[in-house]
């Protein structure tokens, strides 16, 4: 039962915005017939001794500045020409456009109503934002427009996230995982770049990353690798390094390191594996598990997997890999199946001397 000016104050907004959302969510406004007690002796030392503005007052009140008003002329207090606010549009471009303050918290900044920031708006010609801009909690960044980053980004979508664009403006990233690792991961990759909701329940975590439009690349989820990644061996094991931190495994087994990759994207890793033998890289293609076999285990598909275990196809591989892997643990298992061939080879060479 707080009015919509104590709302406000918590969110440190101008009431109309609250108003605004009430009305969007049609929630019904309760109007309290409350009535603002304000003496003229009391309100002549705070507008006329204090010289507080009547917004100022109005907040002391939780009232309207308008009710403010209203009492001015009641109590005949001449009322005080508009203060002057010394604000320049280099510094005025800067809190709104670049640090995206609203006019409420700009007028508590100049000791001034947010309808004079608005003058000064229109003086400077400063263009204001739109209704779901200003409604926007958490800032956001454009994304790089690196291209490795790009081709990371989408080999990480395709293995672990759904997208989709919840607006003009805003693509949605959410993900289920139930490892803390993934969810650094995917803190680390976006938070930069927007907020980042992460919740936790019994060892599942929900992560959801809230991005600006110029992310619109992850929406559209592929059946296969884009050309422009496949025509640059750079791009290629970046999309790489992003689908094996979602869907890959580095490992040793046997005391012989192994990397795989797997999913249900047989057209995707058809086009992995061609690519990685026609670099040079040995690696096995194969359906390893039919639709309807171990249903209890969840495989609602044909799952598909591309193998690379011979040494130096291995050590070539993850030479590639090392630069763009950033999940922790599977960078940790790419240096440790490193050492093991290393080590391997070493062996292998003292006994062969010998």
């Not at 440190?12 to 309760?30: A, F, G, H, M, N």
């Not at 130096?312 to 643990?329: A, Y």
Request: aromatic share 14%; proline share 1%; glycine share 4%.
């Amino acid at each position: 039962m707080l009015s919509s000016y104590k709302i406000a104050k918590i969110y440190k907004c101008d009431p109309t915005v609250i108003q605004k959302r009430l009305r969007e969510y049609k929630i019904l406004l309760i109007h309290k017939k409350r009535k603002v007690i304000i003496s003229k002796r009391e309100l002549y030392s705070l507008y006329i001794v204090k010289r507080l503005s009547s917004y100022k007052i109005a907040e002391f009140y939780d009232c309207s500045s308008s009710t403010i008003f209203r009492y001015l002329k009641l109590y005949k207090i001449s009322i005080r020409k508009l203060k002057r606010i010394y604000l320049t549009k280099k510094e005025l471009n800067k809190l709104y456009t670049k640090n995206k303050f609203p006019l409420s918290k700009i007028a508590r900044i100049y000791n001034c109503s947010p309808t004079g920031i608005f003058k000064k708006m229109k003086e400077y010609n400063i263009k204001r934002r739109d209704a779901y801009e200003s409604n926007r909690r958490y800032p956001r960044q454009r994304f790089s427009g690196d291209f490795k980053e790009k081709a990371y980004l989408i080999g990480f979508r395709l293995g672990d996230l759904h997208a989709f664009l919840s607006s003009k403006e805003t693509v949605i990233l959410k993900s289920n995982t139930t490892t803390l690792v993934q969810v650094e991961l995917i803190q680390n990759l976006f938070k930069k770049y927007g907020h980042v909701y992460v919740k936790g329940d019994k060892g599942t975590y929900y992560t959801e990353c809230f991005l600006d439009k110029s992310f619109r690349f992850l929406v559209k989820k592929e059946d296969d690798i884009p050309s422009w990644i496949l025509k640059n061996n750079n791009l290629f094991f970046a999309f790489l390094g992003g689908y094996t931190d979602a869907e890959g495994n580095i490992g040793i087994y046997s005391n012989m390191a192994r990397y795989r990759v797997g999913s249900y994207d047989k057209k995707l890793l058809s086009l992995v594996n061609k690519r990685l033998n026609k670099l040079g890289i040995i690696s096995k293609y194969r359906l390893e598990t039919k639709k309807g076999i171990y249903e209890n285990r969840g495989y609602n598909g044909d799952f598909w997997r591309v193998t690379v275990s011979e040494k130096s196809s291995l050590l070539c591989l993850f030479s590639k890999l090392k630069h763009f892997i950033k999940h922790g643990k599977r960078y940790n298992d790419l240096l440790n199946a490193e050492n093991n061939i290393i080590e391997r080879n070493n062996k292998f060479n003292k006994i062969s001397n010998s």
